[in-house]
């Protein structure tokens, strides 16, 4: 019987040290640690430029951080710019990164900031860029708190491989617009607008 009960507390004390502080969530949904969030670039409604962002016009429905607990915490948070074809500097034009409503550019491949996480509350991780070719970015944020560490990668992605990466064997491309709605028979070049067979409509880019 002790020796259950040792294997009971043991138990109990593993599942209190990996039991997760905080997640990343995407779309409303909580991520698993170390996902990879893919983002296309879009044109800006505003002012008509390209753009890749984590949460456009701060879309309640993109990247954020929940705190699961009952207390606030303190939090260190870096991001990290792997690799970026998007532009020909390393962070790209008109970078930045926002926690919660505090934003700042970037101009390096790396970035730090501590802040605090409020009980039982989501910050919003805004990331934006605005690419000026096709490519890719490839981006690591990580948070670290209570000795433990969050991680999210993002992906920018801008070129002519968006509808290709939109598509499945399950979801395809069933009907092409031009942004002013007129139903064409190909993708036409520029920004345009795209059906997919599951309902959705995605703007998407062609060189």
């Not at 303190?74 to 710019?81: D, E, R, V």
């Not at 290709?164 to 979801?171: D, I, M, R, Y």
Request: proline share 3%; charged share 20%.
């Amino acid at each position: 019987m002790k020796r259950v009960l040792t294997t009971l507390t043991l138990l109990c004390t593993l599942f209190v040290l990996h039991a997760q502080d905080c997640v990343f969530q995407f779309e409303g949904k909580n991520l698993d640690n170390g996902a990879t969030v893919t983002i296309y670039a879009e044109e800006d409604p505003l002012f008509g430029w390209l753009i890749c962002d984590t949460n456009p016009s701060n879309d309640p429905n993109g990247l954020f951080l929940l705190n699961k607990t009952s207390k606030e915490l303190s939090c260190s948070a870096t991001i990290s710019i792997q690799s970026n074809t998007l532009s020909n500097t390393i962070a790209g034009d008109d970078t930045q990164w926002c926690m919660g409503t505090d934003c700042m550019p970037i101009k390096t491949a790396t970035k730090s900031k501590d802040f605090k996480l409020p009980a039982n509350a989501k910050i919003m991780t805004k990331f934006e860029t605005s690419p000026t070719k096709d490519g890719e970015m490839l981006t690591k944020l990580e948070v670290r708190t209570g000795g433990k560490t969050y991680t999210v990668n993002i992906r920018f992605v801008n070129g002519q491989d968006h509808v290709a990466e939109l598509t499945t064997a399950a979801v395809h491309v069933v009907e092409y617009y031009t942004l002013d709605g007129r139903k064409v028979n190909e993708q036409p070049h520029g920004v345009s607008l795209v059906k997919l067979s599951n309902g959705q409509v995605r703007k998407v880019i062609k060189r």
